[in-house]
């Protein structure tokens, strides 16, 4: 009943938003009077701001044309190199890459948005290396004889996209996979395996939510797992591929996540309207674009993220060293040649500090030369890995980071 709920809800809003962006469009029409009198700025500025806000999004583009480097702008190249189930690998690549300039896998988070929330951190890091990231699928859109995605086939994924692109790879892990990712890292490490990751950087990940734990946290760990069963998993309704797949809905995360920061949501879209009113179209669409994104949001299935709630939040099963895979036991102590660095932000809100950092002291059988921490000043969690401070300060720290410790192939 929840999806159908939401699906109605939808179904008037996708109404509503039409005719409010049509009336907007009749006030603003430079040959009616009434937008450049009375209320007409006003009314058309607030039915404009409904209806961005009320619109149906759908799985937004890369779109990355061009990336510049040392002021010079070459065509970027955008291509599906593989195709699975749950989730596709993206290769971006440019003619300005130098020959033998690095791979480097990102893996994208799958918590609620699509893996172009990480637009900025590509096109960032496609300056100076070959950029393959992780296109997590919408559940809703799988169909259920594809069978179930749990953590086992999260990490079998990241492994089998490390595989596909080669020895010597980079993995840079955001938020959520930092977990999976550091797991698969101990797994190949352990089978020493020739496609290991030559470093992982891990960008406000929870690997050990009892470090500083967050309000986030505290939802996860305040409820048992069973309140998640019952309460925040729906079924997917007919009309999708997924009809009768078992997800926790992208509109359940996506309300969580504007709860969290109610009055600063409502302070943008207040000045979204201001600018409106005032004609600075510029700025109201900067707004609209980050909103055009941040609203964009996916279904994951039911069995990742009551997995995910258990292990990551509730149980600490890796940092404890009790989280399996595939039946055996994940040892950190395997990594030995892979160096990592752990990057958290000041006034990060969802990931606490220390809780990314953890990964360094567990990863017992690595040596201390090839561990690294950097904790970002003024930078909060989406700061890590968009904007100007991730490109100006964080990014040329990765960069660094996989120039000095680049691995042989093999």
């Known amino acids: 009943m929840l999806y159908n709920a939401y699906e109605l809800n939808r179904a008037l809003l996708t109404s509503a938003s039409a005719w409010a962006s049509v009336t907007a469009e009749l006030l603003n029409n430079p040959a009616l009077p009434m937008g450049y009198m009375g209320l007409g700025p006003v009314m058309a500025s607030a039915l404009d701001v409904f209806a961005h806000a009320a619109a149906p999004r759908g799985k937004p583009d890369f779109g990355i044309a061009t990336v510049t480097v040392q002021g010079v702008a070459h065509p970027v190249t955008e291509a599906i190199v593989m195709r699975r189930p749950f989730g596709n690998l993206l290769r971006f690549s440019h003619p300005g890459l130098p020959a033998g300039a690095p791979k480097l896998l990102i893996v994208a988070p799958m918590s609620g948005h699509f893996a172009t929330l990480l637009r900025g951190t590509v096109t960032r890091m496609l300056e100076s290396a070959e950029v393959f990231i992780t296109d997590w699928a919408d559940a809703k859109f799988v169909a259920t004889e594809e069978g179930p995605f749990d953590l086992d086939d999260y990490i079998d994924y990241i492994v089998g996209f490390l595989e596909y692109i080669g020895p010597g790879t980079h993995m840079l892990a955001v938020c959520q996979p930092s977990v999976p990712a550091l797991a698969a890292t101990a797994v190949m490490g352990a ?131 009790e989280l399996e895979h595939r039946g055996k036991r994940i040892d950190l102590g395997a990594i030995t040649d892979t160096a990592i660095l752990a990057i ?30 950097l904790l970002a000043p003024e930078v909060g969690h989406y700061g890590i890995f968009n904007g100007s401070r991730w490109r100006t300060r964080i990014a040329p720290e990765v960069e660094g980071f996989i120039a000095r410790h680049g691995r042989r192939k093999g």
């Open 344 to 373: 958290e932000g000041e006034n990060d809100d969802i990931s606490g500090i220390g809780q990314t950092k953890a990964a360094l002291k567990l990863t017992t059988g690595l040596k201390e030369s090839r561990k690294q921490y």
């Open 191 to 321: 089978n020493r395996h020739p496609c290991r990751p030559a470093t992982l950087t891990m960008m406000g990940g929870p690997v050990d939510t009892r470090e500083a734990p967050t309000s986030v946290n505290d939802v996860a760990v305040n409820r048992p797992l069973s309140w998640f069963k019952h309460n925040v998993i729906a079924t997917v309704p007919l009309g999708y591929p997924g009809a009768g797949r078992r997800v926790y809905p992208g509109f359940l995360q996506l309300a969580g996540f504007l709860s969290m920061n109610l009055q600063t949501h409502l302070m943008s879209h207040w000045q979204m309207f201001q600018h409106l009113v005032e004609g600075d179209g510029e700025s109201a669409d900067a707004k609209k674009a980050f909103y055009d994104e941040y609203r964009s949001v996916c279904d994951m299935t039911a069995e990742f993220y009551l997995q995910t709630i258990e292990h990551v939040f509730q149980r600490h099963s890796l940092p404890k060293g």
